[in-house]
């Protein structure tokens, strides 16, 4: 009974998702079309192609915000991993450790930041909310202490390297062909996987997940990991990407990360989600960002719109979920 009211409600939410994935393309088609009006400059490669590459790093990250809001958690320390990751990866290099190897160990340390928070909210009882809160200040910090509070100069970087942030293949940007690759994987695991099933058992209904024998720890503490790696591919391709490691970087990105999944359909209740959901989540924030940028909107108000978005979408996700509640 309980598995079949399940699948009767990961119906409706197909549904409704589909929905809103719709009308999130609907959207994103209209401002395109009048920013192409308003703006010389919007419909131009060079422009398309930064948002494309600005869309595809982050949306790298928000694939592991979204896994981690299905599950019921949220990560408030990816922006402090991403540049956790580009400093780790960065020392490496600078005491001697070819790129590729410091890479590895620096999405390995940012995976042990994911199982330290994870340790917490599974052993422990904290909520990831606060956990997370604690890493952001905790890695950010680390990175000051490492690098001193001054940025790393990486460009002594090998071209092959570098050929995975700023290269191209075959006139394609590499950085976009790891985002569709990350993008395909994750969504045909969350689709087609029992393991990544078990994931929206567990952020639907965590006991009666328990009761149908689902560790619910062991999938929350892997999520939580792979929220971090993630974050940390995504640092090792900006440290590729800038030639540089600035401990202040990735400041305030967890608000665009959270928000891309949340407008893209992920609940911060848990439960539901989707990864092209939160794609054309992020993609209609770089579209606004861009917007606002070709329209010379004071930096300052650009935060506040952000703001006003994020809430938007939060406030949304509240008034779907009591709907669904009622």
């Not at 340790?119 to 952001?136: D, E, K, Q, R, Y």
Request: proline content about 2%; charged content about 10%.
């Amino acid at each position: 009974m309980a598995a079949a009211a399940l699948d009767s409600s990961r119906f409706s939410l197909g549904k409704l998702g589909s929905m809103r994935e719709a009308g999130l393309i609907a959207i994103i088609v209209a401002m395109c079309v009048a920013m192409s009006f308003a703006s010389p400059h919007f419909a131009t490669w060079g422009n398309v192609r930064a948002m494309l590459m600005s869309f595809s790093v982050e949306g790298i990250v928000v694939v592991g915000m979204t896994v981690l809001l299905i599950v019921g958690g949220i990560d408030l320390a990816v922006g402090s991993v991403v540049c956790f990751a580009m400093v780790i990866g960065g020392s490496l290099f600078l005491m001697g450790l070819d790129p590729w190897s410091a890479s590895i160990i620096a999405i390995a340390a940012c995976g042990l930041v994911g199982a330290v928070s994870g340790f917490f909210v599974t052993v422990v009882g904290l909520s990831h909310f606060i956990t997370s809160l604690a890493a952001m200040v905790i890695v950010r910090g680390l990175c000051l202490l490492i690098t001193k509070g001054t940025p790393l100069s990486l460009f002594t970087l090998p071209p092959e390297f570098k050929a995975i942030g700023q290269g191209e293949f075959y006139g394609v940007p590499v950085v976009i062909i790891i985002f569709f690759v990350v993008v395909v994987i994750f969504d045909f695991l969350l689709r087609r996987a029992t393991a990544f099933r078990k994931v929206f058992y567990t952020g639907s209904n965590e006991k009666a997940a328990q009761y149908s024998g689902i560790k619910t720890n062991q999938v929350k503490f892997w999520v939580t990991v792979l929220c971090s790696a993630l974050a940390g591919l995504a640092g090792v391709i900006y440290m590729s990407r800038f030639g540089s490691a600035t401990p202040t970087f990735g400041v305030g990105m967890e608000l665009n990360i959270i928000a891309a999944a949340v407008i893209g359909g992920a609940s911060l209740t848990g439960g539901s989600g989707s990864i092209f959901g939160a794609i054309l989540g992020i993609g209609l924030l770089s579209v606004v960002t861009s917007s606002l940028i070709l329209l010379n909107v004071p930096v300052y108000w650009q935060d506040v719109i952000r703001g006003c978005i994020l809430l938007s979408a939060v406030s949304l996700d509240h008034l779907l979920h009591r709907g669904r509640s009622a």
